[in-house]
Nanobody, 121 residues
Framework: QVQVVESGGGLVQAGGSLRLSCATSGIIISINTMGWYRQAPGKRRELVARCSSDGSTNYADSVKGRFTISRDSAKKTVYLQIYNLKPEDTAVYYC???????????????WGRGTQVTVSS
């Protein structure tokens, strides 16, 4: 069974840093894009950052310069390093991986359950 599991969330003060990790496991043929979304209370889920298999990255304008996404292809893991956290970064952060697996036809997005990031002012 394919799994996507996030870790690294927590409660931090404004200006602090966090490193989120997202590990995939199970029988995976290949991984295309890996990335992070977040959802704050009462708001829609929004893309934070993503990293393609060729290493290219995309960031939401609101996090450029503060968030850095990286991936370890050998470990099938993606990371999100967050600097200078702001109260408006408070949200549940969800990881996804677009993967080819034996269980489903074609590339599909697999999601984790999310990790809470809370930033106090």
């Amino acid at each position: 069974q394919v799994q996507v599991v996030e870790s690294g969330g927590g409660l931090v003060q404004a200006g602090g840093s966090l490193r989120l990790s997202c590990a995939t496991s199970g029988i995976i043929i290949s991984i295309n894009t890996m990335g992070w979304y977040r959802q704050a209370p009462g708001k829609r889920r929004e893309l934070v950052a993503r990293c393609s298999s060729d290493g290219s990255t995309n960031y939401a304008d609101s996090v450029k310069g503060r968030f850095t996404i990286s991936r370890d292809s050998a470990k099938k893991t993606v990371y999100l390093q967050i600097y200078n956290l702001k109260p408006e970064d408070t949200a549940v952060y969800y990881c996804y991986a677009r993967m080819l697996t034996p269980q489903r036809l074609g590339l599909n997005d697999y999601w984790g359950r999310g990790t809470q990031v809370t930033v106090s002012s």
